[in-house]
């Protein structure tokens, strides 16, 4: 009577589960916690004014949720490096810009015009998850400067590939 068996279909849903999961190294990174405390606010603001006076605002925070989770996914399983061409961080600049404005003004809406409990909640939830939005395309902006300031040039790719084909004749 000892030792009770998991069925054997278990192993493979756990597999299944952690290849859709982040894996951990993603994250404990930077961008990482930032998506994932995104999707976690973006999620808890949803609940909150689906459930307040101020339901109108239910799409911004559904909508940031969903776009937050697809960028997770995209970041976390290197989706993103298949499409290089697509220009991931400049349409993930755009995304957190998007989303901390758009935030910031429904949360003062939420905060102002509702007295129930729930818009309050939803309204400080929105002015946290437009701080971590912030936060994000600050992190994101300084990244794209960097690159700009480089010449366009990723670290994989030497110096000299840009006087290979220059038109100057000091050689």
Partial sequence: MGDIEAPASTGPRQSVLLSVLPSKE?????KGMLLISEVALSFIAFVC??????AAFVTVPLL??????????AYSTKFNERFKGFGWPLT?????VTASIIYFIISIMAVSKY???SSK???VFGFIATIVFALDFYLIFNELIGFLKQGGETNEEPSRRRDE???SDSD
């Fill in 26 to 30: 993603f994250a404990t990174s930077r």
């Fill in 49 to 54: 004014f689906a459930g307040s006076a101020a």
């Fill in 92 to 96: 993930d600049f755009i995304r957190c």
């Fill in 115 to 117: 007295g129930d409990g």
């Fill in 121 to 123: 909640a939803a309204g």
């Fill in 165 to 167: 084909f220059s038109d």
């Fill in 64 to 73: 940031g949720f969903l776009a937050a989770v697809f960028v997770l996914f």
